[in-house]
């Protein structure tokens, strides 16, 4: 059975456009017989990392920070993929950075050169293969994912495990409005949850459905514009 620990860092947690995406997304997983575990950052005591090293440096794999990481900790070592869910801010939930930052004791401290670059890997014993990303967004374009994508993708290439996709909403609170293309996203999250655990990919289709413009930028714009000129003049 795949082993599966999704971490949802919206601050909204359940109201959020996040978990819109998410709750298909991790039902299509358990649909294809993955073992789902679920946490909101919020909900969890994670203080930032203290940069001491004391996990690399006295203690390999050891965080000297006590808090609900201790709890995470094992559930990550064990887990086979690792989804990290997000909405896109500046660029990250301050709760989601903490998180990501303190994924350091999973990695082991022996560094080598990759493409160029210094990397290194998970320890042995943690079996995470796939980091997967999941992200809504309000403004329009997918280009404003760009820096929290590339978080993700650095994340899996400094730890040596391979980055299996990324699901991507824009302006994912407009899937409220239209009934008809949120029908056909949700379906389409469940399927992307559903193909990872069986094939170990979702095929672009699928993400593209997921991503699909819901109006076009120049309405969206107008609109939240619009809005704001309102609460301008009060």
Request: overall charge positive.
């Amino acid at each position: 059975m795949t082993n599966v620990i999704a971490i949802n860092g919206s601050v909204r947690m359940e109201k959020s456009d996040t978990t819109m995406l998410m709750e298909p997304f991790l039902e299509g997983m358990k649909k294809a017989g993955a073992s789902v575990e679920l946490f909101y950052v919020k909900r969890l005591n994670v203080k930032p990392c203290t940069g001491c090293f004391h996990c690399w440096n006295t203690k390999p794999g050891e965080c000297i920070v006590s808090d609900d990481m201790q709890m995470l900790y094992p559930k990550l070592r064990s887990a086979d993929i690792l989804v990290l869910a997000t909405p896109v801010y500046i660029p990250l939930p301050g709760e989601m950075q903490n998180f990501i930052n303190r994924l350091c004791p999973l990695v082991e401290p022996i560094l080598e050169k990759r493409e160029g670059r210094t990397r290194a890997r998970f320890h042995a014993y943690v079996k995470i293969r796939k980091i997967v990303l999941v992200s809504a967004s309000g403004w329009w374009e997918l280009g404003n994912f760009g820096t929290v994508l590339r978080i993700a993708e650095e994340l899996a290439k400094d730890v040596s495990t391979e980055f299996a996709g990324a699901i991507l909403r824009p302006h994912a609170f407009l899937m409220k409005e239209n009934k008809e293309k949120t029908k056909i996203i949700i379906d389409a999250l469940k399927q992307a949850g559903l193909q990872l655990i069986r094939n170990g990919k979702i095929i672009d289709d699928i993400l593209e459905t997921i991503s699909q413009p819901l109006i076009s930028e120049e309405e969206l714009r107008r609109r939240s514009n619009e809005s704001y000129m309102k609460v301008k003049r009060g």
